[in-house]
């Protein structure tokens, strides 16, 4: 498809559009499979390899051994729970913690 900049978005029809889209946004097969592999892993989560591999022998990763035991599998989006599983809670939300439970404490302390 040829580009044609002064030609406005609007008309283009829906089929240029989508081609468009398609060479702006270059869907990436790899990134949509649900089963990945080492490399997939890495790529995703931007791990290098080495420290895939001590995660895996120290079982901090979720993972799947494929029927010879030797290659190694990983659900995505088992990978994306685990990777935002750490979420640090902000300051707002740590303070408004705190003051809960220190309302909880001296309502206890009262009754």
């Known amino acids: ?6 030609l406005p978005i609007a008309a283009l029809t829906v089929r240029q559009f989508i081609d468009l889209l ?3 946004f270059p869907s990436d097969s790899k990134e949509e499979s649900e089963i990945l592999d080492k490399d997939g892993f890495c790529e995703l989560t931007g791990y290098s390899m080495d420290a895939l591999n001590k995660m895996i022998q120290h079982n901090e990763v979720p993972y799947y051994k494929g029927q010879g035991r030797k290659k190694i599998y990983f659900k995505r989006s088992e990978i994306l729970d685990w990777v935002f599983s750490g979420r640090v809670e902000t300051k707002v939300e740590y303070l408004n913690r705190k003051d809960t439970e220190f309302v909880n404490h001296m309502e206890r302390r009262v009754s």
């Open 1 to 6: 498809m040829v580009i044609n900049y002064d």
């Open 22 to 24: 398609k060479i702006f």
